[in-house]
């Protein structure tokens, strides 16, 4: 999965895209509390059909299954499924779980969401489970509420096979069981990473004096051997810094001028002691669903870390394409709407030379898959399908313009237009 993460926040019916792994995510809320015109699938929603994203948001219940089946024939690509649900009828989250299962599909419940009891069936069929939010499970009730014993062994028994398919821990099935089902077990944090449901890299156990095997992002001292990529927040500008073993470093700033020095590791700072300079300056890198924030003594941050990892230093040069953070470039809520796809800079600055006029929210992104994405402007949830319709009707955008959140971009390319 790839990151992007960002300061996920919602409310029942609201709902938050991310960009997991490296860098970058944005929030894209939905908001609905019912079936109408405009979400005849509700609880079932289609985030981003482009992205591939949908989201159970409310109560799962005999209607759900149906409305799942109809968004994935809208969403054929999905590939996420974002959960907001107290829970609700146990065989119709066994019925989505197969097949998101089936589909191979990323189940993730974000920061102030949650996915109780039923919902709960959904989250582990998926091939990647994220748990940032609240997880519980329980036991089951009978069918129909009134005692039925005899019904619920049978669901019971559906339960548990569809749970062993999924490779759920024999720990987490027996909290399950052992939990009354006016309870609810809510999985901590440290729970949530013991099982599994959280992609966050575990703490390396390491010798100060050795390069360490893993990386935690949380924590500096596993940084030892390796080489952190950061950029300026103003500029989307790149700076290097090499953590040799024996402690002695070479720090490439933005510019692209390189200094030497030392440096060492604390479990919350990275500090510096580069040449002219006799003193340690201390970083402190803190990790938030907006990406791994780079403070400085001060408590200010003005540079983001992008990765830390094996790269050789001596091959790294400075970018001259990144001219931002896709986060900043796509306000929380909004997506980006995008009028053409380009393989190169100077494929992407032809077209907007040819068929922009209006460019004062003109952004271009830089897709995984190398083609650079040109952006016209952003949109609000409410605004993406009047818009799309009204101005692909006046051939104001092309007819295969659509509206992303940004989750497969990961830089900002400046087209050198100004």
Partial sequence: ???SLRAFISKVGTFVLLAVGVAHACIFPVSATAQTAEYPNYPVLALDKAEGIIAIVDEI???????FERTLSEVPNASMLMLNSPGGAVHSALSIAARVRNLGMTTV???????MSACALIFFAGAE???WGELGVHQISSPDNQGNMVGGQFALADVIDALNEYDVSSEVIGLMLRTPPGDMYVFSPLENRRYGFLNEP???ATNSNEPSSEVDLSNPKTWRGKVITGALVSSGKKWYASLNADGSTTFQFSSGQRSEGRYYLTETEVCFQLAPNQNYACRRPLVTQSGVRWYDEDGSYQSVVLSVDETSFTAISPQVNLAASVAQRIPPGQCALIVASRRTVEEAREYVLTNIRDRRFLNA???RNGWIAISVGTLKPDEVDPVLSNWKANGRIPQDSYCSTGTNYIEVVNLGLQ
Avoid: K, N, V
């Avoid at 219940?61 to 409305?67: H, S, Y």
């Fill in 61 to 67: 219940d005999f209607r759900t299954p149906l409305a």
């Fill in 109 to 115: 419940i974000f920061e102030e969401h949650e996915c």
């Fill in 1 to 3: 999965m790839h990151s």
């Fill in 202 to 204: 575990q703490t390396a």
């Fill in 365 to 367: 992104f830089l897709g």
């Fill in 129 to 131: 489970r994220l748990a």
